[in-house]
T-cell receptor
Framework: KAGVTQTPRYLIKTRGQQVTLSCSPI?????VSWYQQTPGQGLQFLFE???????NKGNFPGRFSGRQFSNSRSEMNVSTLELGDSALYLC??????????????FGEGSRLTVL | EDKVVQSPLSLVVHEGDTVTLNCSYE??????LLWYKQEKKAPTFLFML????IEKKSGRLSSILDKKELFSILNITATQTGDSAIYLC???????????????FGKGTKLSVKP
C-alpha cells in the first residue's frame, strides 16, 4: 500500500513569506503528526491531529499552525518565515487502533529553505 | 525538562563488528521507547519497547529497555555496510485516550560501517 506522501518535496522561500505543506497519510491511518528536523536540534514535535482535532502541540510559536481534513489529510502552515525555519519537515501517520501503537510511519519530508 | 540523550553521537566500525548504541531518558510521563533508522529522509521504525528486561529482536538487531535506570540499548551484530545510517531513539510520552502523545527524539547516533 502507498506510504505517507508529502508535498512539495523541496521549496525555497524568502523571509516574511508563508508556506503550506501537505501530508497524505497511509490509507486507514487517522493520526497525523508533524516534526521539524534540523542539524542542531534534531527532530522536534510540532503537533498531532486526530479526527480533525489538534490533540497535542509542541513548543513552537504561533506562526506554526496546522489542520486536518475529514479524509485525514493534513496541512501545516508557517507564516512570516524566518531563516531559522529552514528545515526538513516530516509528517508521520499511525492507525491509532487501540490504546498505544507507537509505530509512526514517516513520509520523505518537505525540505524548506528560507533565504 | 524532558530529554532523550543518545551516545555516541557518531561511530565508525568495520563490517562484521558488533555495535551497541545507547539511549538514556528523563521523561515525566513515559509511555514507550522507540528506535528508528534514518538513511536518507524518512525514519523507519525498528522497535517499540514498553516493558523492562524484555528483549526485542529482529534479525541482527536487538534492543532492551531498563525502566529503572531509564535507558535502552540497541545492538547490531555482524554489521554490514547497509547498516550505515542515523539511529534515532525516541520516547513517547503523554496520556492515552485518542492520542499518540509526543515523541521526544534524541539527536541520533550516526553509524558508518566500512567494508
Amino acid at each position: 500500500k502507498a506510504g505517507v506522501t508529502q508535498t512539495p518535496r523541496y521549496l525555497i522561500k524568502t523571509r516574511g513569506q508563508q508556506v503550506t505543506l501537505s501530508c497524505s497519510p497511509i490509507s486507514g491511518h487517522r493520526s497525523v503528526s508533524w516534526y521539524q528536523q534540523t542539524p542542531g536540534q534534531g527532530l522536534q514535535f510540532l503537533f498531532e491531529y486526530f479526527s480533525e482535532t489538534q490533540r497535542n502541540k509542541g513548543n513552537f510559536p504561533g506562526r506554526f499552525s496546522g489542520r486536518q481534513f475529514s479524509n485525514s489529510r493534513s496541512e501545516m502552515n508557517v507564516s512570516t518565515l524566518e531563516l531559522g525555519d529552514s528545515a526538513l519537515y516530516l509528517c508521520a501517520s499511525s492507525r491509532l487502533a487501540g490504546a498505544n501503537t507507537g509505530e509512526l510511519f514517516f513520509g520523505e519530508g518537505s525540505r524548506l529553505t528560507v533565504l | 525538562e524532558d530529554k532523550v540523550v543518545q551516545s555516541p553521537l557518531s561511530l565508525v566500525v568495520h563490517e562484521g563488528d558488533t555495535v551497541t548504541l545507547n539511549c538514556s531518558y528523563e521523561v515525566t510521563n513515559f509511555r514507550s521507547l522507540l528506535w528508528y533508522k534514518q538513511e536518507k529522509k524518512a525514519p523507519t521504525f525498528l522497535f517499540m519497547l514498553t516493558s523492562s528486561g524484555i528483549e526485542k529482536k529482529s534479525g541482527r538487531l536487538s534492543s532492551i529497555l531498563d525502566k529503572k535506570e531509564l535507558f535502552s540499548i540497541l545492538n547490531i551484530t555482524a554489521t554490514q555496510t547497509g547498516d550505515s545510517a542515523i539511529y534515532l531513539c525516541a520516547v513517547q510520552e503523554g496520556n492515552y485516550g485518542g492520542s499518540q502523545g509526543n515523541l521526544i527524539f534524541g539527536k541520533g547516533t550516526k553509524l558508518s560501517v566500512k567494508p
